[in-house]
């Protein structure tokens, strides 16, 4: 398990994850090179999986985003893997997650305008398969999403 | 908005997927040499193409077994109540991400917890007495899979 100073070391990797490995290793109180060494053996059990860099797609432009609910036939036996592998297919498609709720599958999709997605919508997901119901969120603003863990 | 060639977004690409990569180790990669890929990467930076950084990291090893999509609908919409609200939902630790959307909810968000009891307590005790919280809607998460977006790859 973890001790206290992964712990540590983790709390305030997550609250300034643009750190470079000295800034850290101070902000931590240790060396770069005892820093270095726990954020490797971090890695090396799977912890902390990467450092990736959030794309902000508006600057890419694309403007629009839309959260994709959608509840699947289930008396179809493939029907997730079948959705899932066809929303796999469309490059817009951000975020695939399965649910257990109301509905089966979230889609988080991006699209340049608002004529974009509602191409998007008719050719690629309207096409996709086993859907028996579909509703969207149009995302207005992201208020807080560093997805920070509260460890 | 930036202009982009190929190059451009196969670094976006790979700075997605690990943005500690150096320049060289990005140059020897794409076929550019150092200098060229830290003024490529500069650029995008500066551009704003990156948000920042974000730690991926297994929530299950760290001991948060559970994730729960809820989406909440406010009973009151005045502006001060909304205010009030956002303010206080960014608060809770436990609460990852909070968007502001528009359909059948006025926000949604992404909390994390323990197990199902601890979901419970925050349910209970951290987003059931926000002000203004109307109807709560919640979906656990089973399994998520991101994507690497429309970059051309």
């Known amino acids: 398990m973890l001790d206290d100073t992964d712990r540590r070391i983790l709390r305030q990797y997550q609250a300034a994850p643009e750190t470079g490995l000295q800034d850290l290793a101070d902000r931590c109180g240790m060396t770069a090179t005892t820093l270095g060494r726990r954020l490797d053996r971090l890695r090396a059990r799977g912890i902390l999986r990467a450092t990736r860099g959030v794309i902000d797609w508006q600057v890419l432009g694309y403007s629009v985003e839309v959260s994709l609910r959608v509840t699947l036939d289930k008396s179809v036996p493939r029907a997730f893997e079948d959705f899932v592998d066809a929303a796999r297919e469309v490059p817009e498609v951000l975020e695939i997650q399965t649910l257990l709720g109301q509905v089966d599958v979230r889609l988080s999709v991006i699209a340049r305008d608002l004529a974009h997605y509602q191409a998007l919508y008719r050719d690629r997901i309207l096409a996709l398969p086993h859907m028996t119901d579909i509703e969207a969120l149009m995302h207005v603003a992201r208020l807080k999403g560093d997805e920070t863990l509260p460890i | ?153």
């Open chain 2, 1 to 153: 908005m930036i202009d982009l060639d190929d190059t451009d977004r196969a670094l976006i690409r790979a700075l997605s997927e690990d943005a500690t990569l150096s320049a060289g180790a990005l140059g020897r990669r794409f076929g550019l040499s150092q200098p060229a890929a830290w003024r490529r990467v500069r650029r995008l930076r500066e551009a704003g193409v990156f948000r920042g950084h974000r730690l991926d990291l297994d929530a299950q090893a760290l001991g948060f077994g559970v994730t729960v999509f809820l989406g909440i609908r406010l009973a009151t919409k005045g502006r001060t109540s909304l205010g009030d609200f956002e303010r206080a939902v960014q608060a809770i630790p436990e609460v990852q991400t909070v968007e502001h959307v528009l359909g059948m909810y006025d926000y949604r968000l992404r909390v994390v917890a323990r197990d199902i009891p601890d979901f419970e307590r925050v349910l209970r005790r951290r987003i059931m007495t926000l002000p203004g919280v109307g109807s709560v809607d919640a979906n656990v998460l089973l399994s998520e899979e991101r994507r690497p977006g429309p970059l051309g790859a």
